[in-house]
């Protein structure tokens, strides 16, 4: 059982580059979402997605884009980078909203130098 | 003031001891509280859940004082296997899912 998958793991950028982080889950979740996390700080939510065609706003998503064309699949897009995204990036993913088990990928370290 | 509050640690203790956290979150509507775990450079993963009589999972119990706001973990004989951060997180409604930054915990032999 795969869960939640990212990639890349490692990633450097360069200023004003753009990737895309790819995230897949294989539970048939209907919530998604974008995480950072920074050293010594808590879990920042960027971007949320409560089923497929449905995304929104969290805390940080300045500087981010997301689609969710599937119910599977969640891609983070960053455009523009700027070194203030340096981070750890976790895409999850949790059955429905309400408190339940969330899900978490493996991560994916991205420095902008 | 911080949604969600942690003593950051880190807390450095032999194995065999006992072992308390306390986290302190501020909206007095939050649902749901839970304690996750994050190895180093890894995910975080549920530890488990937080209920208002408290529970317990093995050597770990998990206390909710919905009066004074506060949650708390308490491992007992510690192993060096505990070493993690444990991130206490709140549940508030909709989407909103509030992770605290996290207590370090190392377990020396």
């Known amino acids: 059982n795969a869960g939640v998958t990212q990639t890349p793991k490692f990633r450097i950028l360069k200023i004003g580059q753009s990737m895309t982080l790819q995230c897949t889950q294989d539970?048939?979740?209907?919530?998604m979402y974008w995480y950072r996390q920074d050293p010594g700080m808590g879990l920042k939510l960027i971007y949320y997605?409560?089923?497929?065609?449905?995304?929104d706003k969290g805390e940080v998503p300045n500087g981010y884009n997301v689609s969710r064309s599937t119910t599977e699949d969640f891609p983070l897009r960053l455009e523009l980078a700027a070194p203030s995204q340096t981070s750890v990036y976790f895409c999850?993913?949790?059955?429905?909203?309400?408190?339940?088990?969330?899900?978490f990928g493996e991560g994916s370290w991205l420095t902008v130098v | 003031r911080k949604e969600v509050e942690q003593d950051p640690g880190p807390f450095n203790v032999p194995e065999g001891a006992t072992v308390a956290f306390n986290c302190t979150y501020s909206?007095?509507?939050?649902?749901?509280f839970f304690w996750y775990r994050q190895d180093c450079r890894k995910e975080p993963k549920l530890l488990m859940s937080?209920?208002?009589s408290g529970n317990e999972d093995g050597r770990f119990t998990a206390q909710l004082n919905r009066a004074s706001q506060y949650i708390s973990l308490l491992i007992r004989d510690s192993k060096l296997s505990d070493s993690a951060t444990y991130l206490c997180?709140?549940?508030?409604?909709?989407?909103?899912?509030?992770f605290g930054a996290g207590t370090r915990l190392f377990v020396k032999a």
């Open positions: 999850a993913s949790t059955i429905q909203g309400g408190g339940n088990t969330i899900y």
């Open positions: 539970m048939n979740h209907n919530y």
């Open positions: 997605s409560v089923g497929a065609g449905i995304t």
């Open positions: 909206n007095s509507a939050s649902q749901s």
């Open positions: 937080v209920y208002s």
């Open positions: 997180v709140v549940y508030t409604g909709g989407f909103k899912t509030i």
